[in-house]
């Protein structure tokens, strides 16, 4: 009866709590004190993700003070989140600078390794740490058998030796992203961190960025901490890895391939197909790079036959998810990819840069692609970021393009209201046509209105449009429309104001306001709520 009791308890505290709401996690606590019963129901959630060190959670004595061995178990994501300006300091805070190199060396993560072993239930690990993580840190994570993803961000990278990894520690998930890879997608919301300039002047990112030491310790943690056997999904970016390191391996398991960073550059034989090649089982690529140059990245072999390695680009076949960016050459690639079920394009570009998205003539070359390809009947899910306004017309060619649209998503990089110049009605006409289309976020024109006006014109014309593309389109359960949001003095950013649909026959047609959501890099297929929006 115990037991039973104590999982009714777990499932009413699991009803209560809500991931990232703050305003939830603060309920859990006040309910936690209420008996043990609570408690022991409430402390499995309170600390399923927790983060280390709390700056304002020390003394003299003891240094930086560390969770009770009491709470370990529960721990499912930990965060060891270094904070960046504790190097900076003079003297340097919980930790020292040698004066040869100037490296800065935290204390008191003993604490860590000794408990990353004890976590039983332990699955995600995200380093994010202002200098060269030790290597007792590394091996202490290879014995918690338990881990099945790392990230590691923003972190320079260095291993004098690789500690040894036992045969039951298998990783499924693996991200590598550099010191100070700081991008933009269209103009929509970044990560708040990326707007000072605190961000760009500390020291440690001047130093370790594009730091050639992390090459080497790249190679050895994608294929010795993390082995192609077992990854599932890889995430790393080109500016620490190229084409030729990832085709030296088999990847058996792999599903997921997100590369970032900037297209790699450096003289190499292996091509894009080379590298799928050896992933037989991969459904998903994004190809994330920043555009630096006006000339795109190629990704099909010279001429669009073989590779020197005698692999062909139908190959790409056997995706179902694609992502790609404007940093490369979309000539020629869909015409290869007859099965895609999700296909996004965007802009992206290095911050402080503002990016350049597709032109009209690119997207009419686009959807040109897309019907040489055969995609167009399997495609369901379709993202893009383009530089002009929308036209019916342009949605028109979508949608009779892609008759099995499920979701659809067309974006202006660098949205304005203005005087509209069609009528809702043709936009509806469009939509119409697809039967199964649920989601859909449009960058329709509106009336000159001011985002922050107190009356909200802008707010009430896009519902109007809301409940009238609801009324036209029966299939819709979600529909958002553009625009500008003022985020500073001088800065801007293109935001959605996204209403959920429901009809039912007291109330009829019925919309909810949702709140205000993101893609965080390198995400592209599900938007989440923006915290504290």
């Not at 892609?402 to 005087?419: A, F, M, R, T």
């Amino acid at each position: 009866m115990n037991r039973l009791h104590l999982q009714v308890l777990h499932i009413l505290v699991s009803e209560i709590a809500s991931p990232g709401d703050q305003h939830s996690k603060s309920d859990l606590l006040s309910l936690s004190q209420s008996c043990r019963a609570l408690r022991e129901a409430c402390l499995p959630i309170l600390f399923s993700e927790v983060f280390w060190p709390h700056p304002n959670k020390n003394d003299e004595e003891t240094g930086l003070h560390f969770f009770p061995e009491s709470l370990w178990p529960y721990f499912k994501r930990f965060h060891l989140i270094w904070p960046d300006e504790w190097p900076d300091a003079n003297p340097p805070l919980w930790g020292c600078k040698y004066y040869i190199g100037g490296d800065y060396h935290p204390r008191h993560l003993e604490a860590v390794t000794a408990a990353l072993p004890k976590m039983p239930a332990l699955n995600t690990l995200h380093l994010c740490c202002p200098f060269y993580p030790p290597n007792n840190l590394l091996d202490a994570l290879t014995k918690c058998i338990s881990l099945r993803r790392l990230h590691i961000n923003d972190t320079p990278l260095y291993l004098s030796t690789m500690p040894k990894v036992p045969s039951n520690f298998r990783l499924e998930a693996i991200s590598l992203v550099p010191v100070a890879e700081a991008v933009r997608v269209g103009e929509g919301p970044y990560d708040p961190k990326f707007a000072e300039s605190a961000y760009y002047n500390r020291e440690y990112r001047k130093r370790y960025k594009n730091d050639i030491l992390a090459r080497t310790a790249v190679k050895d943690l994608l294929f010795s901490l993390g082995h192609p056997n077992s990854l599932r999904y890889v995430q790393v970016s080109c500016d620490h890895c190229n084409l030729d390191t990832l085709a030296e391996h088999e990847w058996p398991a792999l599903e997921t391939l997100v590369l970032t960073g900037h297209a790699p550059r450096s003289p190499g034989n292996a091509e894009l197909v080379d590298v799928i090649a050896r992933m037989p089982n991969l459904r998903e690529l994004r190809l994330l790079f920043a555009k630096i140059k006006s000339d795109a990245f190629r990704l099909l072999p010279v001429g669009g036959g073989e590779s020197a390695r005698h692999n062909h680009p139908h190959i790409l076949s056997q995706l179902k998810y694609l992502a790609i960016s404007n940093a490369c050459e979309l000539a020629g690639l869909l015409n290869h990819t007859s099965s895609l079920e999700r296909l996004a394009i965007c802009a992206v570009a290095d911050l402080p840069n503002v990016p350049l998205a597709m032109s009209r003539s690119d997207v009419d070359h686009l959807l040109e692609s897309i019907a040489l390809g055969g995609c167009s009947k399997t495609l369901r899910r379709f993202r893009l970021i383009m530089e002009e306004k929308v036209q019916p017309e342009l949605c028109q060619a979508i949608t009779s393009l892609c008759p099995g649209l499920e979701s659809l998503e067309v974006e202006i990089c660098g949205y304005h209201d203005g005087k509209p110049v069609f009528p809702w009605r043709e936009y509806a006409d469009a939509f119409a046509k697809l039967q199964s289309l649920m989601e859909l976020r449009v960058c329709i024109q509106f009336p000159e209105y001011d985002e922050a006006d107190k009356f909200e014109t802008w707010r009430n014309a896009r519902k109007q449009c809301a409940e009238y593309l609801a009324s036209q389109v029966p299939s819709l359960q979600q529909v958002g429309f553009e625009y500008r949001k003022r985020t500073g003095t001088h800065r801007f950013e293109d935001r959605w104001l996204d209403f959920e649909i429901s009809r039912t026959e007291e109330k009829g047609l019925v919309l909810v306001e949702q709140k205000a959501s993101w893609y965080p890099f390198p995400e592209v297929w599900s938007p989440i709520p923006i915290t504290g929006a």
